[in-house]
């Protein structure tokens, strides 16, 4: 059950921060930093995409996905309909991903190191799904500061 839940929300947050990034108005406000915004809202989604198919992805579904964290936050003006793309990609990546998990993979220890210490696979999809939520409102906050 915690499976099919975690499947909804992540499918749920990915759905929204597509519909974030179709409701910029102009296109390259996606991109802007002003002030003491840090990261931008198309930064924050390819920082997204990559994080969930690095930990998802590549750890529980043995994509082969190869992440470069790097560039998740220095590569400027991917147009949107890219971002949407990796978006859409990453929800189904997501979701094959955990439909291949039983509930008592759930207390496995999840098989690589993230943290200080090790987690459960319950655990890390737990941040996982909080983290995803924590950008997803950065970018909708972004979205109304930058198209005030």
């Not at 909804?8 to 102009?26: H, P, Q, S």
């Not at 690589?112 to 655990?123: A, N, P, Q, W």
């Not at 996982?128 to 500061?145: I, K, S, W």
Request: glycine content about 6%; hydrophobic content about 40%; charged content about 25%.
């Amino acid at each position: 059950m915690l499976i099919e839940t975690l499947q909804l929300l992540f499918t749920r947050d990915l759905n929204r921060l597509r519909a974030e990034i179709v409701l910029y108005k102009n296109e390259e406000n996606i991109w802007k930093r002003e002030g003491s915004i840090a990261n931008s809202a198309g930064n924050l989604c390819l920082h997204l995409v990559g994080n969930l198919n690095t930990y998802i992805g590549k750890e529980i579904g043995k994509t082969g996905y190869v992440r470069n964290r790097d560039l998740e936050f220095s590569l400027k003006n991917v147009p949107r309909a890219e971002l949407l793309h990796k978006i859409d990609d990453t929800i189904r990546v997501v979701n094959a991903a955990l439909h291949n998990l039983d509930e008592s993979d759930l207390a496995n220890e999840y098989p690589v190191l993230v943290f200080e210490e090790k987690t459960s696979t319950g655990y890390l999809l737990m941040h996982l799904a909080t983290h995803l939520t924590y950008h997803l409102g950065q970018v909708n906050y972004h979205r109304r500061l930058i198209e005030q």
